[in-house]
């Protein structure tokens, strides 16, 4: 019997993508990740705890990163190594269609008697098409699947039968699929624990940092991330996590909030042992003033030093800033505004404010202390033209000079690719939206994403601009925001050059892939081959460094002397428990060893 119970591998966006010569283009510019999206969920980690704390041992691999890091990595090698009784793949972000499957199989090649089960959002929408892959055994649906898999591993080990577990979409030995209600929804975000000190025990359990690290570059920048709740009270009409979507696809009417005072436990937890910036997703003020009030006072409470940043769905109000800067020392915010024209924004789903509001609350923050604000724009949206995207750009060059170039402002531009979320209001009725799907089905995205650049890979086109004009325009406005930043003083001239300098060799190249795909169909592959390290190089950061993105972190002694007791502490659980054949499980500390069942119980969808 295999001494793990599951291992979770995290999939790259296209499984072979060091054999294919592509220009995924500036997909991943805008978040940490390369273009073949490396980061996993953070649900991995919540899954991986909370099974943890249940008797069931987990490990979580990173492949996309083992991957990256060794360009002769040999994947199946890798795979055929490991021993579980069940494997899981995570398809949340549709992206990963290639390479989920891919490895999937690769999984079934070495281990054709263990049973593979897919999850995340992009899962939970095309389950009944992934279940069809004979790779596929289980889909585990929704956006809280912690409890379902306990109860799945159980079913496993032999307890109940595979009908009894919720949001399980699953084939038997015959092949026959059966789909079980989607009834596991809980209101709160409560019975979970999004804790970082598992991956920690899990690099000294394992012996494996690389494998288990969020994203390449994760140990020079040491980002960590909370959430605030799952499920969202907007309804931006392109957005698969809308309220919409959450409704009529993954069975949520409600938001499910993480209780403040544990969101604040899991940040002072987080900041005990990683000295990098903390990212709160998901817009806290959704929740309302008291639950604001509580979570702020409680970051105050903890002495919370590390900078932390929030992300924002409409622009707060100063005297929110002032309470922020009453409380805490550093603080950022990011707001996705999407386009400085308020029709085009209204058509987005963002009516609820208008760009003369935005510029209030930057003003309004930088007016009160804030370290850093993140403005972002995107072009591909509901009604929005090219010449609206290159106007953004005059936008962001009339904010810079109203905030008298503040370089705590940080504008960007970036497009909505590859793809358009499933299960957005435009994916489910694209003609109402002026949109034209490239693909539907799962398969149609999976031969999409190894198609030779971004231009061509992305699912949709919108009426308002043909994705040449897209394209252009995307990055005439990357070129104009950039110049914008340079003389501005907001990056340095070095900075400003190299990424003029690379947008538009990304834009000669475009034009290159364009004159091979009208060219003969025999020589494509060579020719596009002999231009592969120029797609990578092109594909890192276009419109922008990455380091753009990077907040500010500082290490401290405590850090370190925390990370060293940690472990000391787990390898010498891990030598004791190996002799007495009792490994620790690698839980938070924040929960007692074992919990209650969680009060959460089923309910019909
Ligand atoms: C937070 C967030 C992020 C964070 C992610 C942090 C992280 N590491 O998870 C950041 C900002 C980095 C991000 C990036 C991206 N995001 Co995003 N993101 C969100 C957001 C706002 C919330 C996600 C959330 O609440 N997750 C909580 C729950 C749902 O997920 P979870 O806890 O991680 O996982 C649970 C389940 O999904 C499931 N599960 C997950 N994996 C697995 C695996 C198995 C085997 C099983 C059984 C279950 C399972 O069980 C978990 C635990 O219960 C949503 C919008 C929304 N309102 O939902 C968009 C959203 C998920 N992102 C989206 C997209 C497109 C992206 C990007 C591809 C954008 C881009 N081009 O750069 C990147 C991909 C990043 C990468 N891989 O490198 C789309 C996805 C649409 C789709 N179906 O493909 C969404 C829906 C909306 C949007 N457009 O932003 N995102
Ligand atoms: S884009 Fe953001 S605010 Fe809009 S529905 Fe999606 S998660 Fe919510």
Redesign the pocket.
């Given at each position: 019997m295999p001494q793990i119970d599951l291992i979770?591998l995290h999939a790259p966006a296209v499984y072979d993508f060091r054999e294919r010569s592509i220009m995924f283009g500036p997909?991943?510019d805008?978040?940490p990740?390369t273009p073949i999206?490396?980061?996993?969920?953070?649900?991995?980690t919540?899954?991986a705890e909370y099974l943890e704390r249940h008797g069931i041992r987990v490990r979580i691999v990173n492949l996309a990163v083992l991957m990256l890091n060794k360009p002769d990595f040999d994947v199946e090698a890798y795979i055929r190594s490991l021993d579980a009784r069940l494997f899981?793949?995570?398809l949340?972000?549709?992206?990963h269609a290639h390479g989920s499957i891919e490895i999937a199989r690769l999984v079934k090649k070495c281990h054709p008697d263990t049973p593979v089960?897919?999850?995340?959002?992009?899962s939970t929408?095309f389950h009944e098409e992934l279940i069809t892959y004979d790779a596929v055994d289980f889909v585990?649906r929704g956006?809280?699947?912690?409890e379902p898999?306990r109860r799945l591993i159980e079913v496993m080990r032999g307890r109940g039968s595979y009908d009894e577990v919720p949001n399980l979409t699953w084939k038997d030995s015959s092949g026959a699929v059966t789909v079980n209600p989607l009834s596991w929804v809980p209101d709160d975000m409560n019975a979970i624990s999004l804790d970082y000190s598992f991956n920690m025990k899990s690099v000294i359990r394992y012996r494996d940092m690389a494998g288990v690290v969020?994203f390449k570059d994760w140990l020079s920048y040491p980002v960590c991330?909370s959430?605030t709740c799952?499920?969202?009270t907007h309804d931006c009409v392109t957005?698969?996590?809308s309220k919409y979507s959450f409704r009529e696809h993954f069975g949520r009417d409600k938001v499910a909030f993480r209780d403040p005072d544990l969101l604040v436990r899991d940040i002072a937890h987080i900041q005990k042992h990683i000295p990098g910036p903390m990212f709160v997703?998901?817009d806290f003020l959704q929740a309302g003033r008291d639950y604001t009030r509580d979570f702020v006072k409680g970051l105050s409470g903890i002495g919370m030093k590390n900078p932390i940043g929030f992300e924002f769905f409409k622009p707060p109000h100063e005297e929110f800033y002032e309470f922020l800067n009453a409380n805490l020392p550093d603080w950022s915010v990011e707001i996705s505004v999407e386009s400085h024209d308020d029709d085009i924004r209204r058509a987005f789903g963002k009516g609820h404010y208008n760009i003369d509001q935005v510029e209030e609350t930057v003003k309004a923050a930088l007016r009160n202390g804030c370290s850093r604000f993140d403005l972002y724009f995107m072009s591909g949206i509901p009604t929005q033209t090219a010449d609206s995207v290159r106007e953004t750009a005059e936008y962001v060059k009339h904010l810079y000079d109203a905030v008298g170039n503040d370089p705590r402002l940080l504008c960007f531009m970036s497009p909505m690719?590859p793809?358009l979320?499933?299960?957005s209001r435009v994916f489910d009725d694209p003609d109402k939206y002026g949109y034209k799907l490239r693909a539907r089905t799962l398969e149609e995205h999976r031969e999409r994403l190894v198609m030779p650049s971004w231009k061509y890979i992305m699912n949709y086109e919108s009426d308002a601009m043909t994705p040449d004009e897209m394209a252009d325009a995307t990055y005439d406005a990357g070129l104009a925001i950039n110049r914008i930043k340079g003389e501005a003083g907001i990056i340095d001239a070095a900075t400003a050059a190299r990424t003029e300098t690379r947008i538009n060799e990304a834009r000669v190249a475009m034009n290159r892939i364009d004159d091979i795909m009208q060219g003969p169909v025999a020589t494509r592959d060579t020719q596009l081959w002999a231009l592969k390290e120029e797609f990578e190089r092109l594909s890192q950061s276009t419109v922008c460094e990455k380091t753009e993105l990077n907040w500010p972190r500082s290490v401290e002694l405590k850090h370190v002397v925390s990370c060293a007791k940690l472990f000391i502490r787990e390898n010498a659980l891990n030598i004791a428990g190996k002799l007495t054949g009792q490994v620790p499980p690698a839980s938070s500390d924040q929960h007692p060893v074992p919990v209650a069942q969680p009060v959460c119980e089923p309910t019909e969808s």
């Open positions: 979770l997909v991943s805008m978040v990740s999206f490396e980061m996993y969920p953070l649900g991995l919540t899954i899981g793949v995570d949340h972000w549709l992206p089960i897919f999850g995340g959002l992009s929408f585990l956006d809280s699947t912690e898999f969020p991330a959430l799952r499920g969202c957005c698969g996590g997703l998901n690719a793809f979320d499933p299960g």
